[in-house]
């Protein structure tokens, strides 16, 4: 990324914010990003752009940019891909965690029976644990990849572009009020 000087240098967007999602002077610009434009679950692509209701109003608080965001649609969209992934691989992994308890203490005699030399089911099921704990920590680092990560970060940015072009309206009114107060 080459360095950029004027007052968009912090940003990280070029030429005044005329950057766009995906555009590669992005700082967030993945493009083996998977899961970018997905469906919102209607057949349309999740809005990740602030409302312009949101970015017309002068004077409002970081808070009210956040909870316009939590509002969104794209918002919403990212916390239901989420708790549709979450949910079940909670309630399969806790079912199998408990069977794996219960039969341990209620057929000592299922899980002591030998496999192979002396692994014995109970030490192949207790693998299976370690094993299921890291293919379903592995499941959700491809799922939040691949279905919620550039979602989620087009978010970030939009509410950060707002919060930006928030501080550049009230340097703005500061600077017109001290301009005034200089001149009377």
């Known amino acids: 990324m080459e360095k950029r000087d004027g007052p968009e240098a912090g940003s990280g967007r070029g030429g005044g914010g005329q950057g766009r999602i995906g555009d590669q002077r992005d700082p967030w610009y993945d493009a083996l990003a998977s899961g970018w434009g997905e469906l919102d679950g209607t057949g349309v692509p999740a809005s990740v752009t602030p409302s312009p209701a949101a970015s017309e109003r002068q004077g409002a608080s970081p808070a009210d940019i956040y909870l316009e965001a939590q509002r969104s649609e794209a918002f919403q969209e990212v916390r239901s891909r989420y708790r549709r992934f979450v949910f079940p691989g909670v309630a399969v992994f806790f079912t199998w965690y408990v069977a794996y308890v219960v039969t341990a203490t209620t057929a000592p005699g299922l899980m002591a029976r030998p496999v192979a030399g002396a692994v014995n089911v109970a030490m192949l099921a207790g693998l299976g644990q ?7 920590t592995w499941a959700y680092a491809r799922h939040a990849r691949l279905r919620r990560d550039r979602a989620a970060l087009d978010l970030r940015w939009a509410v ?5 072009e928030q501080e550049q309206e009230q340097r703005r009114v500061r600077e017109v009020a001290r301009e005034q107060g200089a001149e009377r």
């Open 130 to 136: 370690f094993l299921t704990t890291f293919l379903l």
């Open 160 to 164: 950060f572009e707002q919060k930006r």
